[in-house]
Structures are given as structure tokens and as C-alpha cells.
């Protein structure tokens, strides 16, 4: 529209349907000084901010149905000296508040006849003027929302650190069981074999006994696929989704318990693994393989390794130290037995009381 009056300094358009007025008009106007778009039944002034007009001195919006006078435009009229908004249907709320503040301190503009602009929303306010607002309830309200807001996000960050501190670790667990409860059923209904007989779970410290006496037997004679950690775990792969691997890739666990065993943490996260999946499929899962003579006071504080003590038979390899060719015949029918739960099995040595 005004392509060709780049150089215009001064617009006026009066009583005409502007309320859908599009801001890319004015670009070409860049230099415009003044501006009357009163009785132009304008119900917002907000298509300004994308004008450009910072040349803009008189700007007249009287006799307009604008309801709320949003302060970042004036913000984007650096120049504005004179403003008329007389008789516009405002809104004595919160909205209104940058205005009203604005109204009351800047010393560049004149906004005529402020002190007679009425407000017309919210009904109990109409005929009041809108200079009159309390807008100190607005920042009231404003603090007392950031505060709740602030409140949130530090008790947020707090309870997010204490999960993270504390629980995190058990949240992963937790995931990952889920993870191999999952699949595992998904593979029992399609029929899939495992990959081991056994995953043998055992701490370091007793790594020389189980490659020296249980690998030559249970391998090398008797011919069962084993699961090791330091052989068959895949490097790179987080060590929690290894050990549910294995132990839901084996038909059963076997646990070489002894003193270092119960003190470390990651054996007795696959313990308690190995556990439930005992008590989720109800099935004879899980072996139990002492190195030492324990005495029951010793497995107090760890709760679960008593309560599976108290309810199953296990081996014990001090007892089987004069007949070890009884021992591994012994693990040998543990490994052969079907998955039916049993809670006492007369092939294992060791007494199931503690």
C-alpha cells in the first residue's frame, strides 16, 4: 500500500474496520512521525510490535475497543511522546498492571486524560478508574507464585538428588528386572531354549577355587554349559544388564557363597535376582553352594540369604571335603532336576536349618 511513500510522515484513518489490520502495512513507513487510528474498531494495539515504527511520536487509538494495553509495545515505540487511549473498553485486572505503572512513572510520554480512562471488565470494577487499580495485589500474587514455583523446583531438586544418591541404583535394578521378566516370558512362550545350563555366581576372592576345582568337573566331565562373569560377560554392556542376561539366559544359578560373597554388593544384587525369579516363576532355579562353614548368627543381617537358607537344603563344600566325588554328583542331580519347586531335596549334603 505504501511502496511508493516511503518519505510519508503522517497517517490518518478514522472511522474504519481495522480489526484485522495486518502490521506488514507499515514496513514500507518506516520514517512515520504520526499516527491516527482512532474509531477503527482495533481490539488490540499488539500488531505495533511487528510495525517497526520506531520513529513514531503521536500515536491516537481513542474511541477503540482495546481491553488490555500490553507494555511491551510501548516498549517497541522509543519515540512515543504523545498517546491518546480514550475510550477503550479496558480491563481492570492484572493484565493492565505494566500499563498502569508505566502510566504513572515515565516522564517522555503524555498519555492524555489517563486519570479519566474507565474500566469496562471485569463487571464489579466497571465505572471505576483504571488508574485507581490496586496492581499491588498483582505482585503479590506474582511473588507468591514464584515463591510456591521456587519452592517446588528446590524440594524437586532435593527429592531428584536423594533418588538419585540413594535410590538410583535400586530404580536400575528395578528397571532391568523388569526388562528380564519381560523377555524372559516372551522366550518361555516361544520355546526358546537357554543359552546356559548355569550362571555361577561368585565373588573374586573365590575365583581360584572355581576355576580349579568346580570348571574341571562341571565343564570338563560332566559336560554342562557354564556362565562366568569374567569369560562370558559382553564387554561394554553395563554389568547390571549382564548379570540379568545371564541369569535369565541360565536354567538355574548357581550361588558359591562364602564370607566375601555376603560383603559384596553386586553378589548380593544377584542374589536377589536370582531370588526372584525363584519366587516370581516357582521354579528350581537356584542352587546354593557354600565354601565355609557359616554359623546361622552370621547370615542375620542378611535377610534374604537366611530366609532361602532356612527354606532350602544346600551343599556345603567343608562337609563334602572327604567324598568331593559325592559333592559334584550331588551338584551334578541339582543341575539334572526338573524346574518343580521342592523345598527339601535329599540329594544335596547340607542340612536345610540354620
Not at 516498549?75 to 477503550?88: F, G, Q, R, V
Not at 510520554?109 to 485507581?132: I, M, R, W
Not at 526358546?192 to 570348571?215: G, K, T
Not at 571335603?321 to 550331588?330: D, E, L
Request: net charge neutral.
Amino acid at each position: 500500500m505504501f511502496e511508493f511513500n516511503t518519505q510519508l510522515k503522517s497517517l490518518l484513518f478514522q472511522e474504519t474496520d481495522l480489526s484485522n489490520l495486518n502490521p506488514e502495512v507499515f514496513r514500507p513507513i518506516q520514517k512515520l512521525q504520526t499516527l491516527d487510528l482512532s474509531k477503527s474498531k482495533l481490539r488490540s494495539w499488539d500488531f505495533l510490535l511487528r510495525a517497526n515504527l520506531s520513529a513514531l511520536r503521536y500515536l491516537n487509538l481513542s474511541h477503540n475497543d482495546l481491553a488490555v494495553i500490553t507494555e511491551a509495545v510501548l516498549h517497541s515505540l522509543p519515540s512515543l511522546t504523545y498517546l491518546d487511549l480514550s475510550n477503550n473498553s479496558f480491563t481492570c485486572e492484572c493484565s493492565n498492571a505494566g500499563f498502569i505503572r508505566w502510566a504513572k512513572n515515565n516522564k517522555q510520554t503524555q498519555v492524555v486524560n489517563a486519570h479519566q480512562y474507565k474500566c469496562s471488565f471485569p463487571v464489579e470494577k466497571q465505572g471505576s478508574f483504571l488508574l485507581d487499580f490496586n496492581i499491588q495485589s498483582c505482585w503479590d500474587q506474582d511473588n507468591f507464585f514464584y515463591f510456591i514455583s521456587s519452592t517446588c523446583l528446590v524440594i524437586l531438586t532435593l527429592l531428584t538428588s536423594f533418588i538419585y544418591h540413594f535410590l538410583g541404583w535400586q530404580l536400575v535394578y528395578t528397571f532391568h528386572l523388569f526388562l528380564a521378566h519381560f523377555y524372559d516370558s516372551k522366550k518361555r512362550i516361544k520355546g526358546v531354549p537357554h543359552q546356559f545350563d548355569a550362571f555361577v555366581s561368585y565373588n573374586v576372592h573365590d575365583e581360584d577355587w572355581v576355576y580349579r576345582e568346580m570348571l574341571p568337573v562341571l565343564e570338563g566331565e560332566q559336560g554342562w554349559r557354564l556362565c562366568l562373569h569374567h569369560r562370558d560377560f559382553q564387554p561394554g554392556k553395563p554389568i547390571i544388564e549382564n548379570i540379568t542376561d545371564a541369569i535369565y539366559g541360565s536354567r538355574k544359578t548357581i550361588c558359591v557363597i562364602s564370607r566375601h560373597y555376603l560383603q559384596s554388593e553386586w553378589c548380593s544384587r544377584e542374589i536377589q535376582m536370582a531370588s526372584f525369579r525363584l519366587f516370581d516363576e516357582q521354579k528350581d532355579v537356584l542352587i546354593l553352594l557354600f565354601l565355609e562353614e557359616i554359623p546361622a548368627r552370621h547370615l542375620s543381617p542378611y535377610y534374604r540369604m537366611r530366609k532361602l537358607v532356612k527354606k532350602r537344603t544346600y551343599l556345603s563344600w567343608p562337609q563334602a571335603a572327604q567324598h568331593p566325588g559325592v559333592f559334584w554328583q550331588n551338584v551334578q542331580r541339582a543341575l539334572q532336576t526338573g524346574h518343580e519347586l521342592t523345598e527339601n531335596m535329599d540329594l544335596l549334603t547340607g542340612p536345610g536349618e540354620c
